[in-house]
């Protein structure tokens, strides 16, 4: 395989016709080596428009989502952000690249240790990866300029919106499979929140997130 023109060929065909039209962003997709966080199995689907399974039942975003999400955050360089969801690391990486500081969190040893591997052979020193269950928030750190939850959520815990700064963003991928949407909610005030549906998707529900019908309102 010739990887670069794949990785060519994954922005090409896939994550610009995704309205990915950030050019920084776009940029950032060939510095940030994706084969590099994929486990060894499954380097060959490194660029496919698949979610690549990284074991106990968690696997990779595709690779439009990962880069929509990169774009509608709009990172500045002095903002620190909070991760749920580590994974192999791959998306703590392109966040660091934008970002000062990225706190990931993740609930699995397996994938804490990939993802501090894959993040340390890359280079990447501005991201700390924790292990925990932060699918109710995580207060080391807060509040956070952004905060990314890189799993399905029914719905968003109150205890986020208290640990983002005024002006900050959260991305949540909120609703019920097969129907989710990517809301961008925005801290206007200590008090008001903006929401904005920017895409639909669908994906697997973060580990450790309480379903809906559980909470009491």
């Given at each position: 395989?010739?990887?670069?023109?794949?990785?060519?060929?994954?922005?090409?065909?896939?994550?610009?016709?995704?309205?990915?039209?950030?050019?920084?962003?776009?940029?950032?997709?060939?510095?940030?080596?994706?084969?590099?966080?994929?486990?060894?199995?499954?380097?060959?689907?490194?660029?496919?428009?698949?979610?690549?399974?990284?074991?106990?039942?968690?696997?990779?975003?595709?690779?439009?989502?990962?880069?929509?999400?990169?774009?509608?955050?709009?990172?500045?360089?002095?903002?620190?952000?909070?991760?749920?969801?580590?994974?192999?690391?791959?998306?703590?990486?392109?966040?660091?690249?934008?970002?000062?500081?990225?706190?990931?969190?993740?609930?699995?040893?397996?994938?804490?240790?990939?993802?501090?591997?894959?993040?340390?052979?890359?280079?990447?020193?501005?991201?700390?990866?924790?292990?925990g269950?932060?699918?109710?928030?995580?207060?080391?750190?807060?509040?956070?300029?952004?905060?990314?939850?890189?799993?399905?959520?029914?719905?968003?815990?109150?205890?986020?919106?208290k640990?983002?700064?005024?002006?900050?963003?959260?991305?949540?991928?909120?609703?019920?499979?097969p129907?989710?949407?990517?809301?961008?909610?925005?801290?206007?005030?200590?008090?008001?929140?903006?929401?904005?549906?920017?895409?639909?998707?669908?994906?697997?529900?973060?580990?450790?997130?309480?379903?809906?019908?559980h909470?009491?309102?």
């Amino acid at each position: 395989m010739n990887i670069e023109q794949a990785r060519f060929n994954m922005i090409e065909q896939q994550i610009r016709p995704w309205n990915v039209l950030d050019q920084d962003v776009l940029d950032l997709l060939l510095i940030v080596k994706r084969e590099d966080f994929v486990p060894a199995d499954y380097k060959s689907l490194a660029f496919v428009d698949t979610e690549i399974p990284l074991g106990a039942g968690e696997s990779m975003f595709t690779p439009k989502l990962e880069a929509r999400l990169l774009q509608e955050l709009q990172l500045k360089k002095h903002e620190t952000v909070l991760e749920i969801g580590a994974g192999s690391g791959y998306m703590a990486a392109l966040l660091a690249h934008k970002a000062r500081h990225v706190t990931t969190v993740e609930i699995l040893p397996e994938l804490k240790t990939m993802a501090e591997t894959n993040l340390a052979k890359a280079g990447i020193t501005n991201v700390t990866v924790a292990l925990g269950n932060g699918a109710q928030g995580w207060t080391q750190g807060a509040p956070f300029d952004v905060i990314v939850i890189s799993g399905g959520l029914e719905v968003l815990p109150d205890a986020f919106l208290k640990q983002v700064k005024l002006g900050g963003r959260i991305a949540a991928l909120i609703g019920r499979a097969p129907v989710m949407s990517c809301n961008i909610v925005t801290r206007v005030s200590e008090t008001a929140f903006e929401t904005t549906k920017v895409f639909e998707t669908n994906v697997k529900y973060l580990s450790g997130a309480v379903a809906s019908s559980h909470f009491t309102f």
